[in-house]
Nanobody, 117 residues
Framework: QVQLVESGGALAHTGESLRLSCAASGFIFEIYDMGWYRQAPGKQREMVALVTTGGEIHYTDSVTGRFTVSRDNAQNKVYLQMSSLKPDDTAVYYC???????????WGQGTQVTVSS
């Protein structure tokens, strides 16, 4: 049974930091690209950060320089370190796994991040 379980979402104030974690199980973690998406109220879900199986990292422009994504293949975990948070970062953050060769993808249930001004 595939599971992606996020944690670390919370209420923060502008300028503060949070660290999200995602624990994966039920699939071969190291052959999947891992990342984070987010969805704000009334908006489409957007990619925030992605770390590939080869270690390539991609960020959406609005978080570049503030967020850092990392993965631990030994622990089957992926992290999102978020710094200098802004109210626009308020969203539900979803952990995401995708195997590029097959297109198979998995999603977590999401964790709420709220940033107040």
């Amino acid at each position: 049974q595939v599971q992606l379980v996020e944690s670390g979402g919370a209420l923060a104030h502008t300028g503060e930091s949070l660290r999200l974690s995602c624990a994966a199980s039920g699939f071969i973690f190291e052959i999947y690209d891992m990342g984070w998406y987010r969805q704000a109220p009334g908006k489409q879900r957007e990619m925030v950060a992605l770390v590939t199986t080869g270690g390539e990292i991609h960020y959406t422009d609005s978080v570049t320089g503030r967020f850092t994504v990392s993965r631990d293949n030994a622990q089957n975990k992926v992290y999102l370190q978020m710094s200098s948070l802004k109210p626009d970062d308020t969203a539900v953050y979803y952990c995401y796994a995708k195997r590029t060769s097959s297109g198979r993808q998995y999603w977590g249930q999401g964790t709420q991040v709220t940033v107040s001004s």
